[in-house]
């Protein structure tokens, strides 16, 4: 199996896991795990992501925002080429990263899970237990874009994580956080990763007790996501 075939494969391991693949690729799959321990653990760590994401009722999920289909599927798949280029060490930062995941797709559907001791129990964590994440719901006010968010209040400010998909391929945007004054003060720019799930940290000189909301801006100027906090 050369380089290419075997990211393929991985890739499809989120759909093998939401039991989404027909019989010969389901076939396929498993007779490549009884060999590959990489993907083996890409499964199990993907296994429960895939529960979560079964206990979301589609008519609420499609009461409010309706996601992709495949949302979930092209997470993972991005989840499985991240890994793929970072390599190892970085199992903390992937947990992490499928709990934003699960937290992105539940977002949008509006369903609430928790999901904070998968990331608790990680063995490899040394540092002290981070600031405690406030989710927040991020509105699109156009087609395409997806978003949830956690925003930290820090003693210098607010930090705002965002991850998103469905954000043009290249294009600047720029984040502002809003006061009651009705004042926007920047919190940094990223370019959008179009269908790769974004996961980007925006830090503002905002405390959290003054600030009311962020925007995120495309270049023409129009807030193409919104959040009140
Ligand atoms: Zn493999």
Redesign the pocket.
Known sequence: ?TPEE?RT??EMLGAFSLGHLSGTEEAGIRA??D??????R?VADIQPLAHALSLVDPDRVSAVDTPAPDLGERIFAAVAVEREQRHRKTRRRLVLTAAAVVLAVLAVGGVGVAIGEKVAEDPVATTPPAAPIEPVNVTSTVNGPQASAGIVAHAWGVEIKLQAVGLGTGDPYAVVVTTGDGRRHSAGAFVGTGERVMNCNLNSDVLRPDATGFEVIDQTGRAVLTADL
Do not use: V
């Open positions: 199996m075997h494969l991985r490549h795990l060999g590959c321990p990489d993907c083996r890409d």
